[in-house]
């Protein structure tokens, strides 16, 4: 019995490693890559083609199409104990690598975390409205899982999210529990719930008068019901058992205005729960980890002053 329970997990473990599926047809160096699923996703949905990869404009580098949900892994020289699901934005019709997930996964590698990056479903593609938020799920189970094989604390394994993703990397703070899936192996058995959560120029919410993005379109459509617009909405789901979150926007966000980070931290702190607000004077959208020159590039070192008071990571030298 004992190792028939053995060769069961054995199975299931090695059904979701895969050689690394290239995002571009010149990739000389794909990383590490884990699949979410072993055969067909759950929800309903098909792909057909190949994934396809931005060339230019502001969906240069930009992945969609995406038949495969997976993980790509970025493991430090040195890890620090921690971990970040990276969730890249784009609105949910293509997640933005090179200018957000990518930049920001190897920045954090650089500090000793181990870092997942997130390439889930798109709505767009042709997948339900509810499949980008069953792969993050299913990513922070199988991160938690195995953390003991990454060099992970299973205690100190957060999220972040950019736009799109910071909605995605939210509603899966806030609603780790959520029935959105079945599933019974062993991945199944553990918390979904990140241990901290990191949102820059997230969508925050679907209603008015913040109907006007993206991310609505492609969750809940252009003529959303009130109900429909609130249960996709994080400030729905802020509540004192929220995990630790700290949120990032700039004034000048034309897509994501700053109303929505400061509705998430007002509504977090009512609740009681741990939150913490930088608003920029400038940055835009889709920043990323910004330029040189930019105030709003200080945001890494201010999250990172931010882990260390949570003792998520110790101090550089100590």
């Known amino acids: 019995m004992i190792l028939r329970r053995?060769?069961?997990?054995?199975?299931?473990?090695?059904?979701?490693?895969?050689?690394?599926?290239?995002?571009a047809a010149d990739d000389?160096?794909?990383p590490e890559e884990i699949r979410l699923w072993p055969g067909t996703p759950p929800g309903q949905g098909k792909v057909t083609g190949e994934e396809k990869i931005g060339g230019e404009g502001s969906g240069?580098?930009?992945v969609s199409n995406i038949a495969t949900p997976r993980m790509r892994v970025y493991r430090p020289a040195t890890p620090n104990g921690a971990a970040v699901l990276v969730a890249g934005g784009g609105g949910y019709f293509r997640i933005q690598l090179k200018k957000e997930s990518t930049p920001a996964a190897e920045w954090l590698r650089a500090q000793g975390f181990t870092v997942f990056e997130l390439i889930y479903r798109l709505p767009n593609d042709g997948w339900d409205a509810s499949a980008p938020f069953m792969d993050a799920q299913r990513a922070m189970k199988i991160i938690r899982t195995r953390a003991g094989e990454f060099g992970v604390n299973p205690g100190k394994i957060g999220i972040m999210g950019f736009s799109a993703g910071g909605h995605l990397?939210?509603?899966t703070a806030y609603q780790p529990a959520r029935a959105l899936y079945t599933g019974a192996d062993a991945y199944e058995k553990v918390s979904a719930r990140p241990d901290f959560a990191v949102l820059l120029f997230p969508v925050v919410t679907l209603r008015k008068p913040y109907d006007t993005t993206r991310t609505r379109r492609e969750i809940v459509g252009d003529t959303a019901t009130p109900e429909a617009e609130s249960a996709w909405s994080l400030d729905t789901y802020a509540t004192s058992d929220a995990p630790p979150t700290i949120i990032f926007a700039a004034a000048d966000d034309p897509t994501t205005p700053p109303g929505h980070g400061i509705l998430l931290f007002q509504t977090l702190v009512a609740a009681g729960a741990?939150?913490?607000?930088?608003?920029?004077?400038?940055?835009?959208?889709?920043?990323?980890?910004?330029?040189?020159?930019q105030v709003i590039s200080q945001w890494p070192a201010l999250f990172a002053h931010w882990a260390q008071s949570l003792q998520i990571i110790e101090k550089r030298g100590e």
């Not at 053995?6 to 995002?23: G, S, Y």
């Open 6 to 23: 053995f060769l069961v997990a054995l199975a299931a473990a090695l059904a979701l490693l895969v050689p690394a599926l290239p995002l």
């Open 28 to 30: 000389a160096a794909a």
């Open 60 to 62: 240069l580098g930009a």
């Open 169 to 171: 990397a939210g509603f």
């Open 274 to 293: 741990s939150a913490e607000l930088h608003l920029f004077r400038d940055g835009g959208h889709g920043w990323g980890l910004g330029k040189p020159e």
